[in-house]
């Protein structure tokens, strides 16, 4: 039997960085509870079973008919395989996760969680679901996006955290094919200053984004302004060591901004000022709470089309 869940810290206690991923995964997934579950699993190739509790007027089981019957059949199985080096897909161990899969009741399978681009020569044709860590951490992100998810704070922090851990251990290298209506949404009191002087978006190096072709700042509770996303994020960054960022520098080090560490930049076209869509998100309590805390998603039809947050 292997160690509950609840006994583990989900910053791992495990050596190996693949223990230490899926731990900090698992972790996630049990604070979302089974929304997120849910949410997660079907976009991997996993749909849960329904939930519904069946109820039967005079069902025969067996030699006897009861009067009622209710009945929940609310299980399934799904084994989890991570590795943190590209190609690293060890066929005899896939065999044997296949094999212990049939032995299990119910809906059941079997998803590798991997660093590759694409999924490994050694899986295809094998009975088994695949996903990368940037497909993991976009799923994540998404699901914050979803009304489910509204005020989760918590786990908004975890998956910021988890995400901050992928991208340490280099697991999460992004492929920039942007999505020609995805918008990414930035909270922005420095940031939306910086894209309106200098045309830039300025970040922690290595930051992971769903590829986007718009960005969005969120800044005093609005999102007032937008713009084109000019090429794929340019990650290693000194600002100090280029004459193009002179400028920048001399701003940040008048605001005792660091200027010192490796930034992710993005390149900005077409910035666009547009009527303030006032956030209108409460919590439980009903008291007001940012509607984006790390990063959120959108579509540019509906950033055009709103007039608060709740339409986005």
């Not at 939930?51 to 609310?74: M, N, S, W």
């Not at 937008?226 to 994020?233: L, S």
């Not at 008291?287 to 089309?305: C, D, F, K, M, N």
């Amino acid at each position: 039997m292997g160690t509950n869940i609840d006994e583990l810290s989900i910053f791992g206690e495990y050596g190996a960085a693949e223990n230490r991923l899926t731990v900090a995964l698992l972790q996630i997934l049990k604070v979302g509870d089974e929304p997120l579950i849910r949410y997660f699993g079907e976009r991997v190739g996993f749909p849960l079973p329904r939930k519904e509790i069946e109820i039967y007027a005079q069902h025969k089981l067996g030699g006897c008919t009861p009067d009622g019957v209710l009945r929940a059949d609310f299980r399934f199985t799904l084994l989890i395989e991570s590795k943190a080096v590209r190609n690293a897909i060890d066929p005899e161990q896939c065999d044997e996760l296949v094999k212990a899969l049939a032995t299990i009741d119910g809906p059941r399978a079997v998803l590798y969680v991997t660093p590759d681009a694409e999924c490994p020569t050694r899986l295809k044709g094998v009975p088994v679901s695949w996903a990368n860590w940037v497909t993991v951490t976009q799923l994540l992100r998404e699901y914050l996006a979803t009304p489910e998810a509204t005020g989760a704070a918590l786990l908004e922090f975890l998956v910021d955290q988890f995400e901050t851990f992928a991208d340490n251990i280099g697991v999460s290298g992004e492929v920039w094919r942007p999505d020609a209506s995805r918008v990414l949404v930035v909270p922005a009191r420095a940031a939306l200053r910086t894209a309106r002087e200098f045309g830039l978006y300025v970040c922690q190096n290595r930051r992971s984004f769903q590829p986007s072709s718009w960005i969005a700042f969120y800044s005093h509770g609005e999102i007032a302004a937008y713009a084109r996303i000019g090429g794929a994020p340019e990650d290693d960054v000194m600002l100090e060591s280029s004459p193009e960022f002179a400028r920048l520098v001399d701003d940040y080090r008048a605001q005792d901004v660091d200027t010192t560490t490796p930034r992710r930049v993005l390149r900005l076209v077409d910035l666009t000022s547009i009527p303030p869509i006032k956030n209108d998100q409460v919590d439980s309590s009903g008291r007001p709470t940012a509607w984006v805390q790390g990063q959120r998603y959108t579509s540019i039809e509906r950033l055009r089309r709103a007039t608060k947050t709740s339409d986005l």
